[in-house]
């Protein structure tokens, strides 16, 4: 059972412009919702991460917007620029738990 | 070591062989987490650790996965009997506080053939 829905499963954004990548969960007992980056060759590295206390958290161009009543988070990219070129996975975890569920992954490119 | 790393960054071995897979934390981080990531998918949970013991081993597939941290550091991921479908990248991660975000290593490519 797929727990964490991630759309869409490829983007292509033009260098500057904003990059939205949206998940979608369903168990309500999630209260810890990361986003990690991925290079080729390389493990997953944290980005940023939320909890649903908050509705949005923003760290330098990368912001997480969250809707607990629609069960929903997503992932904006300002201002985005070729080294941003990566597949980018939503997470999340229970309170009690420490192991996350990941989302299929969007392949982001940053065209010049 | 400044992060976490894993040996070795490929590994090819025929159907039926045992391998090993080794995971070496960030020092000081007493949870180290195994996932599975497969071709164009997200990484899935295999099995967490708190010190020396498996907290969590309900990601693991089959008895023909096993790991162990017997010093509460290092650890090793087992696989018995290999199988083409065990072909993937495996990911191990650290962290100092199961709480928060964690660090992977770069993983080990398993390639059954």
């Known amino acids: 059972q797929q727990q964490v829905k991630q759309s869409p499963q490829s983007l292509i954004v033009q260098k500057g412009g904003i990059s939205i990548i949206n998940c979608a969960y369903e168990?309500?007992?999630?209260?810890?919702f990361p986003w990690y980056q991925q290079f080729p060759g390389k493990g997953p590295a944290l980005l940023i991460a939320i909890r649903p206390d908050v509705s949005e958290k923003k760290e330098g161009r990368f912001t997480i917007s969250f809707n607990k009543s629609a069960k929903q988070f997503s992932l904006h990219i300002m201002d985005s620029q070729p080294g941003d070129s990566a597949t980018y996975f939503c997470a999340a975890r229970p309170g009690t738990a420490s192991k996350l569920t990941f989302g299929t992954g969007t392949r982001l490119q940053v065209t010049l | 070591g400044a992060g976490v790393s894993q040996t070795p960054s490929n590994k090819v071995t025929e159907k039926g062989k045992y391998v090993e897979l080794r995971c070496d934390p960030i020092s000081g981080h007493t949870a180290l987490y195994w996932y599975r990531q497969s071709l164009g998918q997200g990484p899935e949970f295999l099995i967490y650790f708190q010190g020396t013991g498996a907290a969590d081993d309900s990601g693991l597939p089959n008895d023909r996965f096993f790991a162990v941290r017997p010093e509460g550091s290092v650890s090793t991921l087992k696989i018995q009997r290999t199988e083409r479908g065990d072909s993937a990248v495996y990911l191990c991660a650290s962290s100092l506080n199961p709480s928060y975000g964690y660090t992977f290593g770069s993983g080990t490519r398993l390639t059954v053939v």
């Open positions: 168990n309500t007992a999630f209260d810890y």
